[in-house]
């Protein structure tokens, strides 16, 4: 067993706690968000932990506790799930920037571009990006996209939490018609 694979291993379990309050982070924006502004539920985020079944299942491997002589079908398991992950990835950043943009309306939250979008378009292109790196087995430069994928990660994370911040602490704009006012034109 190299210490490479065990300290691959104890960083993917850290990385996969990490991203756990990243998820957590997106479920309590979406609760920020009324219901009726919603295009996706808050718990839909969790499905985001998927792509780490097969990272999980690589780590008996990494450790040498499995031979590899099964390795081929985890990696056609690998690829399947990371492209369905990509576009999870886009699918759900999308509808979450939505989301967000109706809630802003809603309260009278000015904003220029759709709030959290861009960063999160951003993120989802690096997690692609490293797939289809990963396919063509070019080791150098997916390191670098490993890289462009953190520091997306990092913006996009920051990004929510600045909006989940700012909805927690804006109140609900509630629209009411005055009786007087709608007599005002007769």
């Not at 985890?74 to 369905?84: D, H, M, Q, S, Y």
Request: charged content about 10%.
């Amino acid at each position: 067993m190299e210490i490479y694979s065990v300290g691959f291993s104890i960083g993917t379990i850290g990385f996969i706690i990490v991203y756990c309050f990243f998820v957590k982070t997106l479920m309590d924006l979406m609760l920020n968000v009324q219901y009726g502004n919603r295009q996706i539920q808050p718990g839909i985020v969790w499905i985001l932990l998927l792509h780490f079944v097969t990272t999980i299942i690589e780590i008996p491997f990494n450790l040498g506790w499995l031979s590899y002589e099964y390795f081929s079908l985890l990696n056609i398991l690998r690829n399947g799930v990371t492209a369905f992950m990509s576009i999870i990835q886009f699918y759900l950043f999308v509808k979450i920037a939505n989301s967000v943009s109706l809630e802003y309306d809603n309260r009278g939250i000015y904003y220029e571009h759709k709030p959290t979008f861009l960063a999160g378009i951003w993120l989802a292109i690096a997690y692609a990006s490293i797939f289809l790196i990963n396919l063509l087995s070019i080791f150098y430069l997916s390191i670098f996209a490993v890289i462009g994928y953190f520091i997306a990660f990092i913006v996009y994370w920051f990004q929510v939490w600045q909006v989940k911040k700012k909805l927690s602490n804006t109140s609900i704009k509630i629209e009411t018609t005055d009786e007087n006012s709608i007599f005002k034109d007769l």
